[in-house]
């Protein structure tokens, strides 16, 4: 099992991002995927993640709205569209799969992990 983020960059206050997490040595679904970001000094947090068996999503509160995860099955992978990024969603953004349960944004669910992505937004 391999979760491979990308799609992180350098961007301004207002700009928008388009994360991706492919997945290879497994199928999409039969697997929770959980997007998760750590800023420094800070302990990570959950943003969203999309169900396996109905691709039905779940999000933190403070991204619901105007952060959209999806999935491509054909591609075996994940999408984390990010809109109207602000400094304060600077951080490494981490990809991770469960076989578990159903969509959640609790981080000790996942058993499998990407090696992230990094966001930084400037004002």
């Known amino acids: 099992v391999q979760l491979q983020a990308s799609g992180g960059g350098l961007v301004h206050t207002g700009d928008s991002l388009r994360l991706s997490c492919a997945a290879s040595?497994?199928?999409?679904?039969?697997?929770?995927i959980g997007w998760f970001r750590q800023a420094p000094g800070k302990e990570r947090e959950g943003i969203s993640s999309?169900?396996?068996?109905?691709?039905?999503?779940h999000y933190a509160e403070d991204v619901k709205g105007h952060w959209t995860i999806s999935r491509d099955t054909a591609k075996n992978t994940v999408y984390l569209q990010m809109n109207s990024l602000q400094p304060e969603d600077t951080a490494i953004y981490y990809c991770?799969?469960?076989?578990?349960?159903?969509?959640?944004?609790?981080?000790?669910?996942?058993?499998?992990w990407g090696q992230g992505t990094l966001v930084t937004v400037s004002s």
């Open positions: 999309i169900s396996g068996s109905d691709g039905s999503a």
């Open positions: 991770a799969a469960t076989k578990y349960g159903g969509a959640t944004i609790y981080d000790r669910q996942y058993e499998y």
């Open positions: 040595g497994f199928t999409l679904d039969k697997h929770v």
